[in-house]
C-alpha cells in the first residue's frame, strides 16, 4: 500500500470531521462596526462564526469556551495584544488557524505576528473576495498572505535558519527518519510554495499534503510552518 493510501490516522480523522461541516470562524477586533461587518460577511458565505470579541482577554477566554478552526485577529486589541493572544491559543491547541487582519503592513508586525504562531497575514484593505478566500486558504492550513509579504517572511525563515543552532547533547536522540514523500513536500514547503501549489507539482491531493506536513511536524516534535521551514533551511533543502 503506497503512503498516499495508506489508513490516516486518528488527527487526521480528527481533522476530516471538522472540516465536514461549516469552516467555525471567530473573529476578534475592537472595532465594533469593523468586527461586526466582517463577521456579517463571512456569515453570508458560509462560515459558521461562532463568537466575536473586541479584547484579548476576552478572546483567549471566548476562542477556548467554542474552539474555532479559524480566529479572524485584530493585533491592536486593549488588555492584551493580538500577538500575545495568539501566542497563548495556538500554545494551547496547535491546530488553531489564526489569520491576522490589520490596518498595518509593518514589517515588524508581520513578522511577529507569524513567529506567534499565526497562519496567515492580511491586510485590512483586501476586499471581502479575497477575505472569504484567505479565511479559507487558512482553514486547511495554507500560508496566505497579501502580496509583498510571502517573501519578507520567507526571507525571515532564511535569517532565522542562518543563526547557529544550540549544541546537542551527547545523550540527545538522533533525529527521526522522514520517508522520501515527506522529505520531498518539506523540501517544496521550504521554498515557499503553497499546500496547493505542492499537490499540483506533485500529482498528489491537497489532503495528501497536508497530512504529510502534519505528521513531519509530529516527528520532528515542532510545532507550526515557521519552524518547520527553520529546520528545512537549516539542512539546506531549499537548496536541493
Given at each position: ?24 470562524v471567530m473573529v476578534v477586533d475592537d472595532h465594533p462596526m469593523w468586527r461586526d461587518a466582517v463577521a456579517r460577511d463571512l456569515a453570508e458565505a458560509g462560515f459558521d462564526v461562532v463568537a466575536t470579541a473586541g479584547d484579548g482577554e476576552q478572546a483567549v477566554r471566548r476562542a477556548g469556551a467554542v474552539g474555532p478552526d479559524v480566529l479572524v485577529l485584530d493585533l491592536n486589541l486593549p488588555a492584551k495584544p493580538g500577538v500575545q493572544v495568539c501566542k497563548e491559543l495556538v500554545g ?149
Amino acid at each position: 500500500m503506497s503512503e498516499e493510501q495508506a489508513e490516516p490516522r486518528v488527527d487526521q480523522q480528527v481533522d476530516e470531521e471538522r472540516t465536514a461541516g461549516p469552516i467555525r470562524v471567530m473573529v476578534v477586533d475592537d472595532h465594533p462596526m469593523w468586527r461586526d461587518a466582517v463577521a456579517r460577511d463571512l456569515a453570508e458565505a458560509g462560515f459558521d462564526v461562532v463568537a466575536t470579541a473586541g479584547d484579548g482577554e476576552q478572546a483567549v477566554r471566548r476562542a477556548g469556551a467554542v474552539g474555532p478552526d479559524v480566529l479572524v485577529l485584530d493585533l491592536n486589541l486593549p488588555a492584551k495584544p493580538g500577538v500575545q493572544v495568539c501566542k497563548e491559543l495556538v500554545g494551547a491547541n496547535p491546530r488553531l488557524r489564526v489569520l491576522v487582519l490589520s490596518a498595518s503592513g509593518e514589517h515588524a508586525d508581520v513578522l511577529e505576528a507569524v513567529k506567534s504562531g499565526a497562519t496567515g497575514y492580511l491586510l485590512k484593505s483586501a476586499s471581502t473576495a479575497e477575505l472569504i478566500d484567505a479565511v479559507r486558504r487558512t482553514a486547511v492550513g495554507d500560508p496566505v498572505f497579501t502580496p509583498g509579504l510571502a517573501g519578507l517572511v520567507l526571507g525571515e525563515y532564511r535569517r532565522l535558519a542562518s543563526e547557529p543552532a544550540p549544541a546537542a547533547g551527547a545523550d540527545e536522540p538522533k533525529a527521526p527518519q522522514l520517508t522520501e514523500r515527506e522529505t520531498e513536500v518539506l523540501r517544496l514547503v521550504a521554498k515557499g510554495l503553497s499546500y496547493k501549489q505542492i499537490a499540483e507539482r506533485l500529482v498528489i491531493s491537497h489532503r495528501t499534503v497536508q497530512n504529510h506536513v502534519q505528521n513531519t511536524l509530529g516527528k520532528l516534535q515542532l510545532h507550526n510552518r515557521v519552524e518547520l521551514v527553520r529546520y528545512a533551511i537549516e539542512r539546506g533543502l531549499d537548496d536541493a
